[in-house]
T-cell receptor, first 113, second 110 residues
Framework: DAGITQSPRYKITETGRQVTLMCHQTWSHSYMFWYRQDLGHGLRLIYYSAAADITDKGEVPDGYVVSRSKTENFPLTLESATRSQTSVYFC????????????FGQGTRLTVV | GENVEQHPSTLSVQEGDSAVIKCTYSDSASNYFPWYKQELGKRPQLIIDIRSNVGEKKDQRIAVTLNKTAKHFSLHITETQPEDSAVYFCAATGFQKLVFGTGTRLLVSP
């Protein structure tokens, strides 16, 4: 599981600030995903990426920006944080096809005050 | 796009009983259906998966069934134990996206 890591693990930020959550994987997996987890909503897909320089929106992309200049990194940026973005964020990666196991990072608990 | 519905949201059973969690999906192109277990404060981890060319798969006390015609799949846990208590997520993927259901909190009482 050390193959995919997220940082920071915990973050408190103020409304309106920009914050970036980092995700790094060492397997050279093609696919990477960002989810947010909120009580009652399960895991909702924010953005995903099929390869470097290829990203696409998921179910709840508004207010978030992603980039993938390198295969191993997939940062998620909240451009202007709002309280509704308080959540636990999980990054995941899977191999060359989506029909293979996705491995999750440890999660980042973000609180927007 | 894909939409996955999961029921029930909460399931309480006695130790030794069986537990069944059901999911439906909307995209007929989906071809991979994993199930994840998430313990409190931990990351989700895969427990079993099934591909669209298979109708049933079993791994010890856990089994998954898939009905492609009806677009639903189910997780079956037999002889439940207290350590099975967790949140379980179903998911479906076809073209690139991996979409999850809303989760089922399973509580196994001794």
């Amino acid at each position: 599981d050390a193959g995919i890591t997220q940082s920071p693990r915990y973050k408190i930020t103020e409304t309106g600030r920009q914050v970036t959550l980092m995700c790094h994987q060492t397997w050279s997996h093609s696919y990477m995903f960002w989810y947010r987890q909120d009580l009652g909503h399960g895991l909702r897909l924010i953005y995903y990426s099929a390869a470097a320089d290829i990203t696409d929106k998921g179910e709840v992309p508004d207010g978030y920006v992603v980039s993938r200049s390198k295969t191993e990194n997939f940062p998620l940026t909240l451009e202007s944080a709002t309280r509704s973005q308080t959540s636990v964020y999980f990054c995941a990666s899977s191999g060359t096809e989506t029909n293979t196991e996705a491995f999750f990072g440890q999660g980042t608990r973000l609180t927007v005050v | 796009g894909e939409n996955v519905e999961q029921h029930p949201s909460t399931l309480s059973v006695q130790e030794g009983d069986s537990a069944v969690i059901k999911c439906t999906y909307s995209d007929s192109a989906s071809n991979y259906f994993p199930w994840y277990k998430q313990e409190l404060g931990k990351r989700p981890q895969l427990i079993i998966d099934i591909r669209s060319n298979v109708g049933e798969k079993k791994d010890q006390r856990i089994a998954v069934t898939l009905n492609k015609t009806a677009k639903h799949f189910s997780l079956h846990i037999t002889e439940t134990q207290p350590e099975d208590s967790a949140v379980y997520f179903c998911a479906a993927t076809g073209f690139q996206k991996l979409v999850f259901g809303t989760g089922t909190r399973l509580l196994v009482s001794p």
